[in-house]
């Protein structure tokens, strides 16, 4: 075996996976097509969730150092920092719980440092063209043996077309296409239009209508922007400069199951859909996060039964919601009247703090639960967020500083601290708190059980 798992892809969602692996002790491969990283701005941000989850790794300082600069480019492209939901900018966002503004390629270069610091082996252009599944493991190209695949090889996966998965969906419903320009002359302003809607904001610029029948190839140019810009404002301009020019649509398709065997999907190779609300690194990041401790107990032989099966059942009903939200956010900035005036209300449902709170909820995940094999009454199946921890000398920590390892934490207060003998404490980290708890919290940060009973039907589920 080359490797104990096989990545492909070095995106944020195969780099954090291969850490992930690397924590947990199994031995990743990453193979990345691209000879070198990509700077394409492709995503500007990471939710509560995957900001919770880095922080748990030790990103926190260098996060909040790009989360200043991110956010003033944020207030500076789309003239405010609220949220928004189909570009209804009115979310606020909850202070004991913020996302992170940080553009694609900056967090390619942390989750590199971090993956090349605990040892992971990163090899660029190498394509992925053909995968041999058995029983005893994967080949990659004829070249590369793993016990395992990972297709983190974007929307377009190749894996997952050479496995045979299938990716049932709908097709787009809208097109947009921008980039960074320089106009000369007079420029429309901004706005929904009859025939769609114009983006301009700093040096960003683009236009959505509705999708056709067929995807543009090649790359974006000048004449292709300043004639999307006129069909939907009914406006001539120069567009004197293009880069980082980009075409996206809206097609939501997700893969039937995230494992066929012992090749598995994850982040867009699992799911595409809409980029409204930001939320795809969000989710990719939370599957590497749900399958990477998974797999590296696979790996090592000791995974409860069924562990490896969870992956489907706990994060498919997570890309689902995903789909559901950025449908609806579609079917909100598609052109006509009808849409204006159902946009119109939805704004004002937005003006209510309970509404406000729901649709934020709706882009973060923070209220999604996954389903657990056991009884176990809330808060267990959600995710945790950074805990204050007092202990019994009245030393004040944060989760985040228990978590690095990557391995299950058990918070026992004095009166469970019983529940904690030797064998637990091989199997998880225990911590003394007197403030919060008891809980068990999983290596993804969801909370496993919570403090009712034993934990014991808990550790051996996960454990």
């Known amino acids: 075996m080359d490797a104990d798992v096989i ?19 199994a031995e990743p491969l990453v193979l990345e097509r691209l000879p070198t990283p990509s700077e394409e701005t492709k995503a500007r941000g990471l939710g509560v969730l995957a900001t919770e989850l880095l922080r748990r790794r030790g990103f926190g300082d260098r996060l909040a150092e790009a989360d200043a600069a991110g956010t003033r480019d944020l207030a500076r492209d789309h003239g405010t920092t609220l949220g928004h939901f189909a570009s209804i900018h009115k979310l606020v966002p909850d202070p004991d719980r913020p996302r992170t503004n940080i553009w694609q390629p900056q967090l390619e270069r942390l989750l590199t440092e971090h993956a090349l610091a605990l040892g992971v082996r990163i090899l660029r252009g190498h394509e992925v063209t053909t995968i041999e599944s058995d029983d005893d493991g994967v080949t990659v190209n004829g070249r590369w043996r793993g016990r395992c695949l990972v297709g983190c090889d974007g929307g377009r996966s190749t894996v997952r077309k050479l496995a045979g998965f299938a990716f049932p969906g709908t097709p787009p419903l809208l097109r947009t296409t921008a980039g960074r320009v320089r106009f000369a002359g007079d420029v429309p302003a901004g706005g929904r239009y009859p025939a769609g809607a114009f983006m301009f904001g700093g040096s960003m610029a683009g236009f959505t209508e509705p999708a056709g029948d067929a995807d543009p190839d090649g790359p974006v140019t000048a004449a292709e922007l300043a004639d999307g810009i006129r069909r939907v404002t009914g406006t001539e301009v120069v567009v ?46 939370l599957d590497a996060a749900n399958l990477g401790w998974k797999l590296a107990a696979a790996v090592r032989g000791d995974a409860p039964e069924g562990l490896l099966d969870s992956y489907t059942s706990e994060r498919h009903p997570a890309g689902e919601a995903v789909l ?136 051996d589920a996960w454990f």
């Open 7 to 25: 990545v492909t892809g070095a995106g944020p969602v195969g780099l954090f996976l291969a850490a992930e692996l690397k924590l947990a002790g």
């Open 240 to 285: 004197e400069e293009l880069t980082d020019g980009r075409r996206f649509a809206d097609q939501a398709r997700q893969a039937a199951t995230y494992r066929m065997g012992n090749v598995f999907l994850a982040g867009d190779a699992a799911h595409v859909h809409s980029p409204s609300g930001g939320q795809g690194l969000n989710l990719g990041l």
């Open 324 to 459: 559901r939200n950025t449908r609806a956010q579609s079917a909100l900035l598609a052109p006509g009247p009808h849409v204006d005036a159902l946009r119109e209300i939805v704004a004002e449902l937005m003006d209510l703090p309970e509404a406000n709170r729901y649709f934020a909820g709706l882009l973060s995940g923070v209220h999604q639960r996954c389903e657990l094999p056991y009884a176990a009454g809330e808060p267990a199946g959600t995710y945790t967020p950074d805990l204050e921890l007092i202990d019994d000398d009245g030393r004040v920590t944060r989760l985040h500083e228990h978590t690095r390892t990557g391995r299950g934490l058990l918070l026992l207060t004095p009166d469970t601290r019983h529940l904690a003998d030797e064998r637990v404490g091989m199997r998880v980290d225990v911590v003394p708190v007197t403030n919060v708890g008891p809980l068990l919290l999983r290596p993804d940060g969801v909370i496993a059980w919570a403090g009712e009973g034993s934990p014991k039907a808990a550790l």
